[in-house]
């Protein structure tokens, strides 16, 4: 039986009378465009966390990375994703058909800060702007044109409470399940598990950028 909690919290209020206050630095760090500074940060970042939801506020967070500076800063209020091959599900783009609406978290390897992105977002083909992404002569087929409502860099508190670039003091990954042996598992192809590994070996061996 799923867990059944007993002490709800409902309001805002609820939550100031045990944690009040907030900063003035933390209102005000919240900026409307893309300024210098995290500019920067967003050229500088190879790896990014992507949200969206749908129009009934389910959720969907995935993962994209690349070469830094992947993301385009194509001016103050807007960004451009490109769109690589990937499982063909398109949960985000499903969202932003329904929504229109994105939050991304920039990370840099070896920096504890992130730095956040909320606002809007459009499916879109401009060519010029897919081809100034390609990579390995291959231009994406879609781009993700974010216009900017917020930016703003977070402190790196849950980095190094979580000891993400500390690797030798990583829990161990034996026992951990492989990809492989999840898809296995879970996914009822009828493939075999040799079969599976087999097809995950070519696709990050061959087909990173190719289809």
């Not at 508190?157 to 951990?176: E, F, H, N, V, Y």
């Not at 075999?192 to 590994?197: A, N, R, Y």
Request: charged fraction near 25%; glycine fraction near 6%.
């Amino acid at each position: 039986m799923p867990y059944q909690p007993t002490d709800i919290i409902t309001s805002e209020a609820q939550i100031r009378a045990v944690i009040s206050g907030i900063h003035a630095a933390q209102k005000h760090k919240v900026l409307d465009h893309i300024d210098d500074h995290c500019r920067i940060w967003i050229e500088r970042s190879p790896f990014i966390i992507v949200s969206t939801v749908d129009a009934q506020g389910n959720l969907d967070t995935s993962p994209k990375g690349d070469p830094a500076g992947f993301v385009k800063v194509v001016d103050d209020k807007t960004l451009a994703i490109p769109d690589r091959p990937g499982n063909h599900r398109f949960d985000s783009f499903q969202n932003i058909l329904q929504t229109g609406r994105i939050g991304i978290v920039f990370m840099v390897p070896n920096r504890n800060e992130v730095v956040r992105v909320n606002g809007s977002a459009q499916i879109v083909r401009d060519l010029p702007l897919r081809e100034s992404m390609a990579i390995n002569g291959r231009v994406p087929d879609f781009a993700t044109i974010v216009g900017v409502e917020e930016a703003f860099y977070h402190c790196g508190k849950a980095i190094i409470r979580s000891k993400l670039w500390q690797p030798d003091q990583a829990a161990p990954t034996d026992g951990l399940p492989t990809y492989g042996e999840a898809l296995f598992a879970q996914s009822q192809s009828g493939l075999t598990q040799e079969d599976i590994d087999a097809r995950l070996r070519h696709n990050e061996k061959n087909r990173l950028y190719d289809e």
